[in-house]
């Protein structure tokens, strides 16, 4: 049972557009949500986060937003740049001492110069 | 600040061999896990720690071993590789569980033959 689904493989932007990335989830003991972008042969790298308790936040270029009666949330990037070209996870975690991540398949997001 | 260490960064097993996966951190995080990253699947938990002594399972176990002797440390055991033990692992830190952010480590590639 997948509880976080990026059901968009991919994506294809132009260049200064944006781009919207989606990801649902099934657990409704998530409070917490992470975006993470990878490169390929690297890590993952810590994007932005948003807190159950909020629907919004913001951090330059990206923005997450989160719809928690229809178990949502979307991460923006305005304008989308081609070195924005990536792999982006959404993951989530419940509460507490809760440390463990549980993460979306990704989506590969391509920006088009 | 070296951040999350992995070695190797790739490995070519045949089965039944074993070999040790090492991780290590610099940052004093409490908390560490390891994931693979199989096509197609994302990112799934193999096993975690959230302190020196303390480890627990996560989504995939079965055929991996681990144990935390010290903060920094966290080595994952392949006891008796298979062919489906073929992925790429990541190791990740955190310092706390409400922490915005998960450091990772930059893989190691897997083949097991």
């Known amino acids: 049972d997948q509880q976080v689904k990026q059901n968009s493989p991919s994506l294809s932007v132009q260049e200064g557009r944006i781009s919207i990335l989606n990801c649902d989830y099934t657990n409704s003991m998530f409070d917490y949500f992470l975006w993470y972008k990878k490169y390929p042969a690297e890590g993952p790298t810590f994007l932005i986060s948003?807190?159950?308790?909020?629907d919004k936040n913001e951090d330059g270029r990206f923005t997450v937003f989160l719809n928690k009666s229809a178990k949502h949330l979307s991460l923006h990037i305005v304008p989308s740049q081609p070195g924005d070209s990536a792999v982006y996870f959404c993951a989530a975690k419940s509460g507490g001492s809760n440390y463990k991540l549980t993460f979306g398949k990704g989506t590969l997001l391509t920006v088009n110069p | 600040n070296a951040g999350v260490t992995q070695t190797p960064k790739f490995q070519v097993l045949k089965t039944g061999q074993s070999m040790t996966l090492q991780c290590a951190q610099d940052m004093n995080h409490e908390y560490m896990s390891w994931y693979r990253q199989d096509p197609g699947m994302g990112l799934r938990l193999i096993h975690y720690s959230v302190g020196a002594g303390i480890t627990d399972q996560g989504e995939v176990p079965n055929g991996y071993n681990v144990s935390r002797s010290t903060t920094e440390d966290f080595p994952l055991r392949l006891l008796s590789a298979a062919p489906s033990q073929t992925s790429v692992y990541f190791c990740?830190?955190?310092?706390?569980?409400?922490?915005?952010?998960?450091?990772f480590g930059s893989g190691t590639r897997l083949t097991v033959v």
């Open positions: 948003i807190s159950s308790i909020k």
């Open positions: 990740a830190s955190s310092y706390d569980s409400q922490n915005y952010g998960y450091t």
